[in-house]
């Protein structure tokens, strides 16, 4: 991340719900990135629903809310912390997906706060399956052949049209469960 000056304090925004036995990598990496911050000479103020992400340092952050991951919760703290920029990249899907309605709205421009990291453009590509596939077909990207369905109808008839083997996934998915790959139509 290239130093803004204007940039002093900082919300970063952790992992979101989990469940136990799966994996809290967003946690390890919000730790590490509020670290980096510091080091950097920067106020970070951490929102997590997690509260094992700061139980080995709590003076890393100048303030920790455990809350839920809501809009409700980022607005409250902004309003309480007045940071001059919002950093979700950490927290995964949860916090990206926050950070894009958040600025849709007009709340994070309204208060005079930044995302940084990454911006809501490009968060918003990434998380939308249909933008990703034409911004890399646009900077010509080879990709495999894929395709969006929203009902059994629509799956069956892509699958026909591209062929096996094939992974079904779902839009949006957590942990990355839930998308087997499959060799043949009977599996399918």
Not at 16 to 21: A, D, L, S, Y
Not at 120 to 147: H, N, Q
Request: glycine share 10%; net charge positive; charged share 25%.
């Amino acid at each position: 991340m290239t130093a803004k000056k204007d940039i002093k304090k900082i919300l970063l925004i952790g992992s979101g719900p989990f469940v136990i036995g799966q994996s809290s990598e967003y946690d390890c990496a919000a730790v590490s990135v509020g670290e980096a911050l510091r080091d950097a000479g920067r106020d970070v103020v951490l929102l997590s629903s997690n509260p094992i992400a700061v139980m080995t340092d709590p003076e890393l952050f100048s303030a920790t809310y455990i809350e839920p991951l809501t809009e409700e919760s980022i607005k409250k703290i902004i309003d309480i912390q007045k940071p001059d920029g919002l950093l979700p990249i950490a927290g995964g899907r949860t916090a990206i997906n926050l950070t894009v309605s958040l600025a849709k709205s007009g709340f994070l421009k309204k208060n005079g706060v930044s995302v940084i990291g990454s911006n809501e453009k490009v968060l918003a590509r990434c998380d939308d399956w249909r933008l990703f596939k034409k911004t890399m077909s646009d900077i010509g990207l080879k990709m495999p052949k894929s395709g969006i369905a929203a009902t059994p109808g629509e799956a069956y008839g892509l699958v026909r049209k591209i062929g096996f083997p094939v992974v079904l996934r779902p839009s949006f998915s957590m942990t990355g469960a839930g998308g087997p790959m499959y060799f043949n139509m009977e599996e399918f």
